[in-house]
Nanobody, 123 residues
Framework: QVHLAESGGGLVQAGGSLELSCAAS????????AAWFRQAPGEERKFVAT????????SYADSVKGRFTISRDNAEKMVYLQMNALRPEDTAVYYC????????????????WGQGTQVTVSS
């Protein structure tokens, strides 16, 4: 049973933009924090951005601050990641996660994960 489904990944040139979407079928989605993580080949899964249940508080990894924006639509049960000024080092599989216990920048804190969407940024 798939609870989170990401979409919107693709191939883009450096400096370009993409918007990732995450559709949630979790009944408790509106009560929980959501986040985006990414994983490049041979690397661990890393924090990108997080948003609280209401959408009023967000936090970002230093590497994406000022370029990426996380948002959510609780009525539609969606989480978004707008990515601007993309760089080759942003290339990774991007994962949506929901429901954190503990530190919101740690992957192990999240209960629910999507299957990921590939983002490739060419130089």
């Amino acid at each position: 049973q798939v609870h989170l489904a990401e979409s919107g990944g693709g191939l883009v040139q450096a400096g370009g933009s993409l918007e990732l979407s995450c559709a949630a079928s979790l009944p408790t989605f509106t009560s929980h924090r959501a986040a985006w993580f990414r994983q490049a080949p041979g690397e661990e899964r890393k924090f990108v951005a997080t948003i609280d249940w209401s959408g009023s508080t967000t936090s970002y990894a230093d590497s994406v601050k000022g370029r990426f924006t996380i948002s959510r639509d609780n009525a539609e049960k969606m989480v978004y990641l707008q990515m601007n000024a993309l760089r080759p080092e942003d290339t990774a599989v991007y994962y949506c996660a929901v429901h954190a216990d503990g530190r919101s920048d740690l992957a192990r804190a999240y209960h629910n994960w999507g299957q990921g969407t590939q983002v490739t940024v060419s130089s």
